[in-house]
């Protein structure tokens, strides 16, 4: 066979192992878009709003704002007012001199904004809509102003407003609140940019609070999921076994899993009562707690609390997870092993626990990242409390978010969140998930 021969075979099959990666690639598109979409995505925005500082409680805070903005409807809204006022003020003869300067002031800063080409041009046309009573377009009302129109109109009606209050505060003046809200609110007309960068990202790595739920949320997470990992393997153990009514038994462990986590919150609560809480008293009288009240009004009452509840509900879900895994075992390998002479702790070192990693990792990885976002078990029976003691990282981006109606920083929590569980993630696939990502051969 001629060298050129085998070069054209060699292109060949090159040309169809390109093709062959495009159709695969092609195949599993789709289903990229789909994560990027509902995963990526969210993420991203979070990313976003976590560069501006939102306050759904502060007007000019509302929303993002590159840049500096003239809300020229709530100008127009004070301005003719607050003149109007001070008319009527210098009319009754109460501190004429002070309130004509400061009303010729306002006059003056009138027509610097007349004169104002991204203001100027939209003056009449809100003005005539506010007196007609219409309805105004934010884009023609918020207008773009550079950062220098902004600071001296900012500089112009504090000082207007200090004007006011001292003549208010040494004249008897007849609409004198009036007139202080008014120029109170000229101050608010001029919109800054709501970008502050990693501010937020800053202000919470040095915050207590959010290092301190980050320890609750860890707390949390290895203690229950340990607990449920060995409760749980126990368990799949004996349910695998033939025996019975096993069915029957399979089914009934399922229960405490299947009830929606807010109602077992809530009936945990009730039975932590320190008052009625039949465990409670048990815990008492055994020992384990000093005084049925502990339970949910200490701290350390409070967090075992949430974990014994926690392993209640989720253990049934971490056994059904293993059981698959040890359905998948050959009872041959037992037998032969039996034969060899194992004992029953050497065959579930040496069978059992190799050929059910992939099943660990499977129930590990999802009960850890489970329990570290969890919000709902917590938040129903504890609210975080007593003193932040059981305060999770997702109740405290909750608490910022919608509590504090703080969107920039309950969105900068949020994403450390995710970095947390991308972190996790990466971990668990790194150190036990070699088998599942790695080359089977061994290499």
């Not at 884009?139 to 220098?148: F, H, V, Y």
């Amino acid at each position: 066979m001629s060298k050129y021969h085998k070069s054209d075979q060699k292109k060949g099959k090159v040309k169809k192992k390109s093709t062959e990666k495009f159709m695969a690639y092609s195949l599993i598109a789709p289903a990229l878009i789909l994560i990027l979409v509902i995963s990526v995505w969210p993420v991203l925005q979070s990313f976003y709003f976590s560069m501006f500082d939102l306050k759904l409680n502060s007007p000019t805070k509302s929303e993002t704002h590159l840049s500096y903005s003239f809300d020229l409807e709530r100008y127009l809204d004070n301005y003719p007012f607050l003149v109007g006022g001070i008319d009527n003020e210098i009319r009754n003869g109460h501190a004429k001199e002070e309130l004509q300067r400061v009303k010729t002031d306002l006059q003056a800063l009138d027509e610097e904004i007349r004169k104002n080409s991204a203001v100027g041009k939209n003056y009449d046309i809100v003005n005539d809509k506010l007196l007609n009573m219409e309805k105004i377009n934010p884009s023609i009302a918020l207008l773009k102003i550079n950062k220098k129109t902004a600071k001296e109109f900012q500089k112009t009606t504090e000082q207007i407003s200090k004007n006011i209050k001292k003549i208010s505060k040494e004249t008897k003046l007849s609409q004198g609140v009036k007139l202080v809200g008014l120029s109170s609110a000229m101050k608010q007309v001029v919109v800054e940019p709501t970008f502050i960068g990693f501010k937020h990202y800053e202000d919470n790595l040095t915050d207590k609070r959010m290092w301190r739920a980050l320890g609750n949320t860890f707390t949390f997470t290895v203690i229950s999921v340990f607990l449920e990992l060995v409760l749980g393997l126990a368990i799949a153990l004996l349910i695998n076994k033939a025996f019975v009514g096993r069915g029957l038994i399979r089914a009934t462990i399922l229960i405490p899993w299947a009830i929606p986590t807010a109602v077992s919150a809530l009936m945990w609560k009730y039975l932590y009562d320190g008052q009625n809480g039949i465990v409670a008293m048990i815990f008492e009288k055994v020992g384990l707690v000093d005084s049925m009240s502990n339970l949910l009004t200490s701290q350390a009452g409070a967090m075992f609390s949430v974990i014994f509840a926690d392993v209640w509900k989720t253990t049934p879900y971490m056994a059904l997870l293993l059981l698959a895994g040890l359905q998948t075992i050959p009872s041959s390998l037992y037998e032969a092993a039996s034969i060899d002479g194992a004992t029953k702790w050497k065959q579930f070192t040496s069978i059992t626990l190799p050929l059910i990693k992939t099943s660990l990792l499977v129930a590990l990885l999802f009960r850890t990242l489970d329990a570290f976002r969890v919000f709902d078990l917590i938040w129903v029976m504890t609210g975080g409390g007593p003193a932040n003691s059981t305060e999770t990282i997702s109740i405290l981006a909750y608490k910022t978010m919608f509590s504090q109606t703080n969107f920039g920083n309950g969105s900068a929590i949020s994403v450390i969140v995710f970095v947390c569980v991308a972190i996790i993630s990466m971990i668990y696939i790194k150190f036990l998930g070699r088998d599942l990502l790695g080359d089977r051969s061994g290499k």
